[in-house]
């Protein structure tokens, strides 16, 4: 084994809030006078404190090896614990693993696991890790993260993901029980950060086998590890139940007893819900925003996530740049956030967003390019002319598949309208659907246009550009560039990822190839206006990773 030192946590650029509100109502304020009924953060009948959470979208998959989504992100990581979490300020700290090493050259990682148990009662194990990566990796498993093992640079990663090799070649082994070392075929300095994503959180094998296909078709069929396990939960329902787990390791920092999410879409019905006190936690959408930002308990959060139009290049029509180019720059995106959305969203004339990660130069990768795809009717009827000379058309007609979430609806109006009236030709016709369905629809090439988003796994503009390389999992548009792959295969293990300077130089080109292409059409970088209980306390909300964390969570 190769000479080692102690691995030491760092801040990883992670632009990450916590919020630690415990601010009282103002009497003085009418419009905390009239919410002074939202203090009941529930404490049951029992007097166990019960956290109550609104989404506004169903929970997709409970599989870590599976789950693609923020909604699944955050109930995972509330059962189920890596090597790694994130602490209240969004850098990596160590959770299953008790300590980690790394080898002088950056290539082998040891970590040695601290006692902990499933809810099965079966101890964590080194091997619950090698067996969840390995799935992952593996092509039969169809995960659409399986591209993250190569970006975390886990040796043999790329042949195990292609078919070349078999799953037990990853790099990555069970030296006895407790002792778990990883080898990496590059250095990759955001590591530890990945380690607290979810893809390459743990599971238990025998659990597994034995409930088979029926994984996460009921509490059951779940296991966690983490600060809680389920009590109650039905694939796409409208109620998930946690509650928390008293044989987690660090059981007794977990200040709550129980942990619901509640999936409401109707901001109206959600914010009746919070005013009865049966929310605590809730999203505010459009006019909202106007009516409760004064309150108390409002708070506002700018995320990570990028909203962004994914046109079909397959689709005739939209295998023209110009039209796509068209379409992008007749978006009047000032508008549509200060309009339809209300809720610190920013335009985003860019894909990489504001805040995620900085450079070799200290500078936020934003900070130091340039922007695209800007609004510009005029620009835009000019560049609709070439497309229609180049089509040999006058008029085209496409669908938007728009998940059935309020802000999406209304965002999506808003495109329609723009795009129709100041592209005389061209008509959307929206297709409203729940967000798994229209995940489905893409994945499946079935779609012209599709509203969609994509928030970060881990501090690097990487998280969103190898979304777009040829065949590669998450390009639902097929778009496909030789210059731009073969900067991305050689920031991600090539020539450019042994040089800081030179592969952050090469991520700025990539971005200006696919953009000046318009093979994405960006839209906005998501803000979020947040209404929580004035006695609910420690809910880290990260613009990396997991969206929001409740383990630290308190109700006083």
């Known amino acids: 084994m190769k000479h080692k030192k102690r691995l030491k946590l760092y801040a990883t650029s992670l632009a990450a809030l916590t919020l630690l509100a415990a601010c009282g109502t103002d009497s003085g304020n009418d419009s905390a006078d009239a919410n002074s009924n939202m203090d009941s953060a529930t404490t049951g009948t029992n007097g166990d404190k019960t956290l109550d959470v609104q989404f506004d979208v169903e929970v997709a998959s409970m599989d870590p090896q599976i789950g693609t989504d923020g909604a699944s992100f955050e109930v995972i990581s509330s059962i189920i614990e890596g090597l790694y979490q994130l602490d209240s300020s969004g850098d ?104 607290a994503f979810i893809s390459f959180f743990p599971m238990n094998q025998a659990f597994m086998e034995e409930v088979g296909d029926d994984y996460g078709t009921s509490a059951d069929t779940l296991i966690a590890n983490g600060a809680f396990k389920v009590e109650a939960y039905e694939p796409l329902t409208t109620s998930i139940k946690l509650v928390k787990n008293e044989d987690y390791y660090d059981a007794e920092n977990v200040a709550i007893d129980a942990l619901n999410f509640q999936v409401i879409k109707d901001s109206q019905q959600t914010m009746l819900s919070y005013q009865n006190g049966d929310i605590d936690v809730v999203a505010l959408a459009g006019e909202q925003v106007d009516l409760f930002k004064d309150d108390p308990e409002f708070v506002n959060i700018q995320d990570g996530f990028v909203w962004y139009i994914s046109p079909n290049t397959m689709v005739e029509g939209l295998d023209n740049a110009n039209l796509r180019k068209a379409i992008a720059t007749s978006i009047d995106k000032e508008s549509i956030v200060n309009t339809a959305l209300k809720d610190g969203s920013k335009p985003a004339n860019y894909i990489v967003p504001v805040d995620l990660a900085n450079g070799p130069d200290g500078e936020d990768f934003r900070s130091t390019t340039g922007t695209y795809l800007e609004y510009d009717p005029e620009a835009a009827v000019a560049l609709f002319e070439e497309a229609k000379d180049e089509l040999a058309a006058e008029e085209f007609t496409f669908s938007m598949l728009v998940e059935d979430t309020e802000s999406a609806v209304n965002v999506s109006q808003m495109l329609k309208s723009q795009i129709e009236e100041n592209l005389e030709g061209v008509t959307i016709e929206i297709e409203q659907m729940p967000k798994k369905t229209r995940l489905d629809r893409m994945k499946s090439k079935d779609y012209d246009l599709g509203l969609t988003r994509w928030g970060p796994d881990y501090a690097d503009p990487m998280t969103y550009l190898d979304l777009w390389v040829t065949d590669g999992s998450n390009n639902d548009g097929s778009w496909t560039n030789a210059e731009y792959d073969e900067l991305i295969f050689s920031s991600q293990n090539g020539e450019l990822s042994l040089d800081k300077e030179a592969r952050w130089e090469a991520l700025k080109e990539a971005e200006q190839i696919i953009l000046d292409d318009a093979s994405v059409l960006p839209v906005y970088q998501k803000g979020s206006a947040v209404m929580i209980k004035s006695n609910v306390s420690g809910v880290d909300f990260h613009s990396v990773g997991v969206p929001r964390v409740f383990k630290n969570a308190t109700i006083d």
């Open 92 to 195: 990596p700290v160590l959770g299953m693993a008790e300590s980690a090493e790394m080898s002088e050259d950056g290539l082998t990682y040891t970590f040695k696991l601290r006692d902990a148990s499933w809810t099965n009662g079966d101890p964590v194990t080194a091997d619950d890790f090698v067996y969840a990566w390995r799935r992952l990796a593996d092509p039969d498993t169809g995960s659409e993260y399986a591209y993250i093992m190569g970006i975390a640079g886990v040796e043999n990663a790329g042949d195990v993901i292609d078919g070349t090799a078999d799953p037990d070649q990853l790099g990555v082994t069970a030296l006895d029980d407790k002792t778990l070392e990883v080898k990496l075929s590059n250095p990759v300095p955001y590591f530890e950060s990945l380690m």
